[in-house]
């Protein structure tokens, strides 16, 4: 039986479905969807996508180039030539399979496709799964920055197989696991005590790509606890975003928090020119504002030392490797969420106690990214 979370959300509810093998009998789900278009990218084609459009009857595959370089108007205006190749109708379903870039694509064609027709998400990276497959954030990149046009779109169901996470890269795997450790600080301890109690990827060094699955869950035991692991790993970091995007579908307020470690993340990102993936400056970013947490004295020093040890474990940087903090304080200060100028961070009083600060001093930030040197 496939873990069920169900979704309240402004556009309709819909159901989460988690369930090793589950994209193996997805005929039972798709009777109601129509004609359909399976998007997905040229790494993900071979592996996962042209076995699952050959299991649905009215399926076609739209295949994209594989990169955040290409989540573009322009691959958008390829995508709707390419549903009306395949004979969309309003009654046609989209579907995404693949990471965030896809999903956001393949969600933005679907909002505005003949006004919107029916979306399913079939997110395959850990970050998917957990973050950007709910909530209903859909949208492409402009060359003058990341994620500026979008909308809002529900998806009418999201599916979720861990079996698909067996061909992620571990760098991948990592990356993701910045998000999931960023719900468990937020809302669900639990989170940080599985993540800790499963094997680390000690075993890889450095943050190259590695060939291998990820070792991180997939233990000894994996025949018999490894899957069911990750599946209610995965359960319990898509049901905090939940609970935060049911609360505030629109971004008004407490979606906010989910901000936790990105203000410093994106500023690493931009100060590297993107050479640090999203995760990991995330990971850094984590270590920052908890830190940063307990230079204000909002919660004790074990908060930063669980962020450190955490991140440790499951193979994620610590540390800035050199990056100036000044460059990383420039970055920030261009946040369009630093309103007016004035500095504004997600921090945390303890697990499960996010809370927004704002004007923290210029000396404060400097002094914490000087000592993560
Ligand atoms: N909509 C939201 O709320 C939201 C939230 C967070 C992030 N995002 C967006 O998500 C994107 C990042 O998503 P991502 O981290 O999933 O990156 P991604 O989609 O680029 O995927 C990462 C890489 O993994 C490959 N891949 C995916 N699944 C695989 C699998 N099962 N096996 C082998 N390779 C696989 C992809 O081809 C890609 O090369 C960004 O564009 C970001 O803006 C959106
Ligand atoms: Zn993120």
Request: glycine share 10%; net charge negative; proline share 6%.
């Amino acid at each position: 039986m496939a873990e069920r979370i169900h979704v309240t959300a402004p556009g309709g509810d819909y159901d989460i479905l988690i369930e090793s093998g589950i994209l193996k009998n997805l005929a039972i789900y798709a009777g109601a969807w129509g004609k359909s278009v399976v998007v997905t990218n040229t790494t993900i084609a071979p592996l996962h996508g042209e076995s699952l459009a050959a299991s649905l009857p009215k399926a076609k595959l739209a295949v994209v180039p594989d990169g955040e370089q290409y989540k573009t108007l322009e691959t958008i205006a390829q995508l709707y030539a390419d549903f009306i190749a395949a004979g969309l109708d309003r009654g046609s379903t989209v579907i995404a399979l693949g990471g965030g870039v896809v999903g956001d694509m393949a969600g933005f064609a679907a909002a505005t496709y003949m006004r919107g027709v029916r979306f399913v998400q079939i997110p395959t990276t850990l970050l998917s799964m957990v973050d950007s497959s709910v909530g209903g954030k859909v949208g492409v990149d402009l060359p003058q920055g990341k994620n500026l046009v979008g909308s809002f779109k529900q998806p009418d169901m999201v599916l979720i197989d861990p079996d698909v996470l067996d061909t992620l890269p571990a760098r991948e795997w990592r990356c993701g696991m910045a998000e999931v450790i960023k719900h468990g600080f937020l809302a669900d301890e639990s989170i940080l005590d599985m993540v800790n109690k499963n094997p680390s990827p000690s075993s890889e060094t450095g943050f190259s790509i590695q060939p291998h699955p990820p070792t991180a869950f997939a233990s000894p035991q994996a025949e018999r606890g490894g899957q069911s692991g990750k599946v209610e790993l995965i359960r319990r970091a898509v049901q905090v975003k939940v609970d935060v995007v049911q609360r505030d579908p629109f971004e008004k307020g407490e979606r906010a928090h989910l901000n936790l470690g990105h203000t410093f993340g994106h500023a690493v990102e931009q100060a590297t020119h993107y050479q640090w993936p999203h995760g990991e400056a995330v990971g850094v970013g984590l270590l920052a504002a908890a830190r940063l947490s307990s230079a204000l004295n909002l919660c004790d020093s074990d908060i930063p030392e669980r962020m450190e040890d955490i991140l440790a474990h499951v193979g994620l940087p610590r540390r800035l490797n050199g990056i100036d903090p000044e460059a990383i304080y420039a970055a920030m200060a261009t946040d369009k969420k630093w309103l007016g100028g004035h500095s504004r961070f997600v921090l945390l009083r303890g697990v499960g106690q996010p809370t927004i600060v704002e004007d923290v001093p210029k000396e404060t930030i400097i002094q914490i990214l000087s000592d993560l040197q």
